[in-house]
């Protein structure tokens, strides 16, 4: 039997990077998933890839934005409705935001930035919450970063709204523990994705590979992680093999966190 077999699990920015390798690493191991991104074409191509690689649950897509309130309770409803249950939510969805000097980062960036980032994520675990508590179980990663538990400069919106994501999921493992939850957080490193690789186009311009190269000289693995690297961590935690881990952030950065 599989890991995952009966299982159902929300996963937002499901329509990209470590979002999308999640899935497929889910649908593998036998999960029924519900998929959330703002992208239609996105969730189109991960369904795709799901059924490419064999996946035997059941594949539900919900094309939503994590900053509205009535699309975050419409996943979780549309998980219940349709599988019963909802047993493992990666609340993923996240932007980076233009890279920029504190004082030059503005009002709207940084209000757009921790609007996905932060008030996203805790809406997600509000609704899947609720539902998880009525049955007694469930498993919820957020998804944090490296920037969430260091300075890395130049990402005032993202660190504010990073640092936020440890700090919900602290305070919510403390809250439903006892109720047979587990809340964890994950903090990537870089990772090669579309979010990385505007990033690096940001500050490479067409040399964006030789900018990704420099940038990861410094990294003690010299080199970029890979999504599915990510899945394995994040099919981990969801999982019943990671029954007494709670309330816990879990660096995927080939050592980047141990440098600073
Ligand atoms: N890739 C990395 O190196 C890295 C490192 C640390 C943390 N992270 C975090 O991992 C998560 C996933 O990033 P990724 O690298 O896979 O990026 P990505 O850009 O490849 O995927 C993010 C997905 O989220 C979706 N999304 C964005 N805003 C949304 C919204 N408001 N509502 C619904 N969906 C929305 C996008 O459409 C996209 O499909 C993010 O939270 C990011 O901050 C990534």
């Known amino acids: 039997m599989a890991r995952f077999d009966g299982k159902t699990v ?28 703002m992208s239609e074409e996105g969730l189109a191509q991960t369904k795709q890839q799901i059924a490419e690689a064999g996946g035997t649950g059941g594949v539900e897509v919900v094309t939503a934005n994590v900053t509205k309130s009535e699309d975050v309770q419409r996943y979780a409803d549309v998980a219940v409705e349709t599988f019963g249950s909802i047993d493992g939510f990666f609340n993923n969805a996240g932007i980076e935001g233009k890279q920029n000097l504190t004082e030059d980062f503005g009002d709207d960036e940084f209000a757009k930035v921790v609007a996905v980032n932060l008030t996203g994520v805790f809406a997600g675990m509000a609704a899947v919450l609720k ?48 109720h047979g939850i587990s809340i964890n957080a994950i903090a ?12 690096l186009r940001q500050l490479g311009g067409e040399n964006w590979e030789a900018a990704g190269k420099e940038f990861v000289s410094v990294n003690p693995m010299k080199r970029f992680g890979q999504p599915e690297e990510v899945a394995a961590l ?21 050592g980047q966190h141990a440098m600073y």
Not at 10 to 31: F, H, M, N, P, W
Not at 244 to 250: C, D, E, K, L, S
């Open 188 to 199: 990537p490193g870089a990772i090669m994705t579309a979010m990385v690789e505007g990033s």
């Open 234 to 254: 994040v099919a981990f935690l969801l999982s019943d093999d990671s029954g007494f881990i709670n309330g816990t952030v879990i660096p995927i950065d080939g």
């Open 10 to 37: 929300i996963i937002t920015g499901a329509g990209s990077g470590l979002g999308q390798a999640t899935a497929v690493r889910l649908a593998q191991e036998g999960a029924n998933l519900v998929l959330v991104d």
């Open 131 to 178: 539902q998880m508590r009525k049955q007694g179980s469930g498993s919820i990663v957020n998804t944090a970063s490296v920037g969430g538990i260091r300075g890395v400069g130049n990402q005032s919106g993202y660190a504010a709204s990073k640092h936020g994501v440890v700090g919900l999921t602290r305070n919510s493992a403390r809250e439903y523990g006892e």
